[in-house]
């Protein structure tokens, strides 16, 4: 059993299978999406749409601040620290002794952002392809193509500690580093309010700075519940908007749907709204039917920016699969996209994550 739930874990196997071919294209089609003019605005003050379902474009969430927040200064720390990490091969007790160079990497770039959240970013010597945030930058990439991990990269940034969860992989690359001598230490959180707390509990052991980990974990916990009940109050009363997330790769042929537990479920509740591929039955990621979507029926479908922009913008979505065309989502063209790495990434950007995706659902253009 990987260190990650299964289906987080499922996702690291499309990633890793299906998206080394994909490359970046130019967003959009024919149309141009609506982006929020004015992401300071506090959505209390926003013109919410009377009645989100009778909007009909494409919207896109941007971030107000992309920036990761840390503390003015570098936790007091307390290693050596023996934490237990979850591989391959169940429990193992690991210890770390030195934080002089760390590597956090995962497919939503959660841990690396957890990382500089703590006060410990200035350690990090390298990134995962889903780590962007500015701070981030200017590190060397350790993941060769999509989220496959290149060691002699690794291996060459000379970690003292590298923090995983087991969603990038090859797996036993990973675990290569581990024999290699390099104190390995995976995480096994969910994605979800309560796993962020954890993220950061987990994460802070492994550092060495428990104190910080907790005062970070209520912090984010307590802004994402904020965030939650703050949205809450702008969602127009009746029935909710029924929803959907659909991981889009045009390139490699692929039409996931994401259903429970795979942390679209729990994004789209936050959001207020229903997640159709939960209703219908689907569990983690499938692969999209014609007859899945006609059932599901969404008002407003959520993809990645690249991945729509893989397709050939909404405009090729809804050419090259009619039956995304027949739901209200498909006739309204109400689609919302947000930067790959910022929409599932469970972590210390959540709470803004809600903030801008509520923005572009319930007030596009405002």
Known sequence: ??????????????????????????????????VTSDPTLPLAQ??????????????????????IPSPDAVPEQSLP???????????????????????????????????????????????????????AADLPLITSSAHTVNSEAILALRPTVVIT????????????LRDAGIPVVFVDTEPSVDGVGELARQVAAALGVSAAGE?????????????IDEIAAIVPSGDPLRMMFLYLRGSSGVYYLFGAESGADVLISSLGGVDVSTEIGLDGMRPMTDEAMVAANPDLIL??????????GVD???????????TNAGQHRRFVD??????????PRTASVLDALARAIYAPGE
């Open 1 to 34: 059993m990987l260190p990650r739930p299964s289906v987080v874990v499922a996702l690291c196997a499309v990633a890793m299978a299906l998206l080394c071919g994909c490359s970046t294209a130019s967003p959009s089609g024919d149309s141009s999406p609506t």
């Open 215 to 227: 005062q970070l974990a209520s912090g984010l916990v307590d802004g994402i519940e904020a965030k």
């Open 303 to 312: 993809v990645m920016t690249d991945g729509i922009a893989s397709v050939g």
């Open 165 to 176: 969860d087991g969603s990038i992989g090859p797996i036993d690359v990973v675990l290569q």
């Open 81 to 135: 620290v023996t934490v237990t990490s979850r591989d391959l091969a169940g429990d193992t007790r690991v210890t770390v002794e030195s934080t002089d160079r760390i590597l956090a990497m995962d497919i939503s770039g959660s841990i690396a952002a957890t990382v500089f959240g703590l006060g410990l970013g200035d350690s990090v010597v390298g990134r995962d392809i889903s780590t962007t945030f500015p701070e």
């Open 338 to 347: 947000m930067a790959d790495g910022d929409i599932l990434s469970f972590g």
């Open 46 to 67: 926003l013109g919410v749409l009377d009645d989100p379902r009778s909007y009909v474009g494409e919207s896109t969430a941007v971030l107000a601040d992309d920036a």
């Open 316 to 326: 090729g979505l809804l050419e090259s699969k009619p039956a995304i065309a027949l």
